[in-house]
């Protein structure tokens, strides 16, 4: 039933910034663990940061750490992935994804994400 919808991508040069946003339909995102997961031609899905429902702990591919900032703003039901010194190799479709309501910690792990949103896509080129 939890609907997710990303915006916020773009094309921008390398070491510019972005801010992914994802926006929950009638459910609030205060109950979910949420994770953002992006997907490269060629590549399988991975994840790059995830934030809990429970205590509010964040979590980040070694690959983006210093880089992203995962976030909740609860007044506007919206998770954010603020994304700074952008790289090539970051050039991928973004999407957020909720875990069940039960498992309120999250994980790096997109098997293991119940709802998905429809994906935006972010292009780091010269």
């Known amino acids: 039933q939890l609907q997710l919808v990303e915006s916020g991508g773009g094309l921008v040069q390398p070491g510019g910034s972005l801010r992914l946003s994802c926006a929950a339909s009638?459910?609030?995102?205060?109950?979910?663990?949420i994770g953002w997961f992006r997907q490269a031609p060629g590549k399988e899905r991975e994840g790059v940061s995830c934030?809990?429902?429970?205590?509010?702990?964040?979590y980040y591919a070694d690959s983006v750490k210093g880089r992203f900032t995962i976030s909740r703003d609860n007044a506007k039901n919206t998770v954010y992935l603020q994304m700074n010194n952008l790289k090539p190799d970051d050039t991928a479709v973004y999407y957020c994804a909720a875990r069940g309501i039960l498992f309120r910690l999250c994980v790096l792990s997109s098997p293991e994400y119940n709802y998905w949103g429809q994906g935006t896509q972010v292009t780091v080129s010269s």
């Open positions: 934030i809990s429902s429970s205590d509010g702990s964040t």
């Open positions: 009638r459910f609030t995102l205060d109950y979910y663990a």
